[in-house]
């Protein structure tokens, strides 16, 4: 399979921010922005509060929702958690997994990368596994030892239909609401290493099907030369993403590369 077909796909990721009011009139504009947005996958991906209004602002439209984190178990007495079921129930069809904030500030791990990505797929919701190193590790030439560690140990366990369904960002952490992107060949590098070992574990075809985000102070002006990078199938956005303009004109420019080279 060419790289071409596989066509854009950008998610923002709100992290903690926005009001119910806020929240329902952004992803009211993203989802009105034309008819053009179908050929991409667009995914929104509030705080838990906002799914609810969120979910009835794009319903009937191309944009999907997702879940900023999950628990592994079902249900029970796990004061604060959130679980896969309610995910889905709320309406979403992708959950993050393993953001670098929750592994620096919230003790995530890759072994609890695995189940709740384990979790997401029993609960039929798409996950998007977050991966990457921090600047000290770049630093010391370490950075595709620290990804094959989280890949290794995150999606330890997975059969090549579960890897069907889950989306991988890349997101050095350095780049992470610093204003500071990777550049474009600089990401290529980490996601062409990235489908290698998909492939290497899981086939060819698995490989060349398996989405691939770069994640890390994207914006409209950095949205098409990476999205020109072969092995780069979209972002994962966080700060550019609260403004509803910004962020349509990154799935735009993104969409730009992909119908020049499709
Ligand atoms: P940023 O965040 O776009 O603000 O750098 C990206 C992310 O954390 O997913």
Same mark, same amino acid.
């Given at each position: 399979?060419?790289?071409?077909?596989?066509?854009?796909?950008? /998610?923002?990721?709100?992290?903690?921010?926005?009001?119910?009011?806020?929240?329902? %009139?952004?992803? +009211?504009?993203?989802?009105?922005?034309?008819?053009?947005?179908?050929? =991409?996958?667009?995914?929104?991906?509030?705080?838990?509060?906002?799914?609810?209004?969120?979910?009835?602002?794009?319903?009937?439209?191309?944009?999907?929702?997702?879940?900023?984190?999950?628990?592994?178990?079902?249900?029970?007495?796990?004061?604060?958690?959130?679980?896969?079921?309610?995910?889905?129930?709320?309406? =979403?069809?992708?959950?993050?997994?393993?953001?670098?904030?929750? +592994?620096?500030?919230?003790?995530?791990?890759?072994?609890?990368?695995?189940?709740? &990505?384990?979790?997401?797929?029993?609960?039929?919701?798409?996950? $998007?596994?977050? %991966?990457?190193?921090?600047?000290? *590790?770049?630093? /010391?030439?370490?950075?595709?030892?620290?990804?094959?560690?989280?890949?290794?140990?995150?999606?330890?366990?997975?059969?090549?239909?579960?890897?069907? +369904?889950?989306? $991988?960002?890349?997101?050095? %952490?350095?780049?992470?609401?610093?204003?500071? &992107?990777?550049?474009?060949?600089?990401? *290529?590098?980490?996601?062409?290493? $990235?489908?290698?070992?998909?492939?290497?574990?899981?086939?060819? *075809?698995?490989?060349? =099907?398996?989405?691939?985000?770069?994640?890390?102070?994207?914006?409209?002006?950095?949205?098409?030369?990476?999205?020109?990078?072969?092995? $780069?199938?979209?972002?994962?956005?966080?700060?550019?993403?609260?403004?509803?303009?910004?962020?349509?004109?990154?799935?735009?420019?993104?969409?730009?590369?992909? +119908?020049?080279?499709?």
């Amino acid at each position: 399979m060419d790289r071409r077909s596989r066509s854009p796909f950008v /998610a923002g990721n709100w992290k903690m921010n926005l009001v119910l009011r806020e929240a329902a %009139v952004l992803s +009211r504009r993203v989802a009105e922005a034309g008819p053009w947005l179908a050929e =991409c996958t667009v995914v929104l991906i509030p705080s838990y509060t906002a799914l609810g209004a969120v979910a009835g602002s794009i319903a009937g439209s191309s944009v999907a929702l997702g879940g900023q984190d999950l628990y592994w178990e079902k249900q029970g007495a796990f004061t604060g958690e959130i679980s896969g079921p309610m995910l889905k129930d709320a309406g =979403c069809a992708y959950v993050l997994v393993g953001h670098s904030e929750r +592994r620096q500030l919230f003790g995530e791990t890759d072994e609890t990368v695995n189940r709740k &990505t384990r979790a997401a797929l029993e609960a039929g919701l798409s996950p $998007i596994v977050c %991966v990457g190193e921090v600047l000290a *590790e770049r630093d /010391a030439g370490r950075t595709l030892e620290r990804i094959d560690a989280q890949l290794a140990q995150g999606l330890n366990g997975f059969s090549g239909e579960d890897m069907a +369904r889950i989306v $991988i960002a890349y997101e050095p %952490v350095w780049a992470i609401g610093t204003g500071r &992107t990777a550049t474009p060949a600089q990401a *290529e590098e980490i996601h062409a290493h $990235i489908r290698r070992r998909i492939e290497e574990s899981y086939g060819n *075809e698995t490989g060349a =099907c398996a989405i691939i985000l770069y994640g890390g102070s994207v914006k409209p002006a950095n949205s098409y030369p990476l999205f020109k990078e072969k092995d $780069i199938d979209g972002f994962l956005v966080g700060g550019a993403s609260l403004d509803a303009v910004g962020f349509v004109d990154i799935v735009r420019e993104a969409l730009r590369a992909y +119908r020049e080279e499709k």
